[in-house]
Structures are given as structure tokens and as C-alpha cells.
């Protein structure tokens, strides 16, 4: 994964790491396990960098519609709750909850 100019993005393989995490079924998933598409400081301006790089203009809607999908929370709770220990669950979904929205922000905006 690279750092997008600072911006605390983090880019290349998310989609790929977080169908192997969905994939598996070994034990527990803490915080740092997720792999987070932006840090908590990006926007969601700063997010199209990593969500939308290399996609075309005809195929942004479905490039954002795909992650809208995979970060949604309720589909995030169907896939991974089982696994979120008690002790990092709340902190978890917070940030699941953030990326969500600000890719609801990004998907509104074009």
C-alpha cells in the first residue's frame, strides 16, 4: 500500500486484502486488521484519489457503488460481526460508519 501525497491514504490492494479478511474465517479481527481505505483524517474529497484512481469517467458511479456496498455497516456487521471482539467493536464500527459516509459524500457529488 502507498501514502497518497500525504493525505493519509492508503491505496493498491484494499479490495484484494478485504476479500481475503471476508474470506477467512481465522478467530478475531481487531482494529488493525481492517484494511482501512483512508486514514481518519482524509476527506472524502481525498478519498476519490485511492477509490477512483485509474478508473475512467464512464466508470466512476460503479467504482463508487462498489464501495459504497463493501463499506456499508450493515453489510460490514453481516459479514465480519461475528468476529469483532467486544473490546474493539464500537471503535470498529465508528470507523466503518465514517468511511460510509464519506463515501456516500463522494457518490452524492457526482
Given at each position: 500500500?502507498?501514502?497518497?501525497?500525504?493525505?493519509?491514504?492508503?491505496?493498491?490492494?484494499?479490495?484484494?486484502?478485504?476479500?481475503?479478511l471476508?474470506?477467512?474465517s481465522?478467530?478475531?479481527?481487531?482494529?488493525?486488521?481492517?484494511?482501512?481505505?483512508?486514514?481518519?483524517?482524509?476527506?472524502?474529497?481525498?478519498?476519490?484519489?485511492?477509490?477512483?484512481?485509474?478508473?475512467?469517467?464512464?466508470?466512476t458511479?460503479?467504482?463508487l457503488r462498489?464501495?459504497?456496498?463493501?463499506?456499508?455497516?450493515?453489510?460490514f456487521?453481516?459479514?465480519?460481526?461475528?468476529?469483532?471482539?467486544?473490546?474493539?467493536?464500537?471503535?470498529?464500527?465508528?470507523?466503518?460508519n465514517?468511511?460510509?459516509?464519506?463515501?456516500?459524500?463522494?457518490?452524492?457529488?457526482i
Amino acid at each position: 500500500m502507498r501514502n497518497y501525497g500525504g493525505l493519509g491514504l492508503l491505496g493498491d490492494s484494499h479490495g484484494y486484502t478485504r476479500a481475503a479478511l471476508e474470506a477467512s474465517s481465522d478467530g478475531a479481527i481487531t482494529y488493525n486488521d481492517v484494511p482501512w481505505i483512508a486514514s481518519e483524517e482524509a476527506s472524502s474529497d481525498d478519498l476519490s484519489q485511492v477509490v477512483l484512481v485509474g478508473v475512467g469517467k464512464e466508470d466512476t458511479k460503479k467504482a463508487l457503488r462498489a464501495e459504497v456496498l463493501r463499506w456499508h455497516p450493515d453489510k460490514f456487521l453481516q459479514k465480519l460481526g461475528s468476529r469483532l471482539p467486544e473490546s474493539e467493536r464500537e471503535r470498529i464500527l465508528q470507523r466503518v460508519n465514517q468511511v460510509s459516509s464519506m463515501l456516500h459524500d463522494l457518490y452524492r457529488k457526482i
